[in-house]
């Protein structure tokens, strides 16, 4: 849920007005995984790879392309 939760405090910030998703939740099912830990520290390791833009940024740049977009139709 930590994403989840930095999705809406950034595109909030970024459209300055709330954003909060509708969040349904189901009990586990079989097969599914109880939880993920991605981390790109061996990606950053073995092919020397960093992304230059955070997502905090990148949601932002986003953010204003798309209104400035749907502005113009």
């Known amino acids: 849920m ?8 950034t595109l909030s910030k970024a459209l300055g ?3 909060q998703f509708e969040k349904v939740f189901e009990p586990i099912k079989p097969g599914d995984v109880p939880a993920t830990y991605a981390s790109t520290d061996l990606l950053q390791e073995a092919v020397g790879f960093k992304p230059k ?3 905090e940024e990148g949601l932002q740049q986003f953010a204003d392309w798309y ?5 113009k139709k």
Request: charged share 30%.
């Open 17 to 19: 007005r709330e954003v």
């Open 53 to 55: 833009t955070s997502i």
């Open 2 to 9: 930590t994403f989840i939760h930095t999705l809406e405090k």
């Open 67 to 71: 209104v400035d977009y749907y502005k």
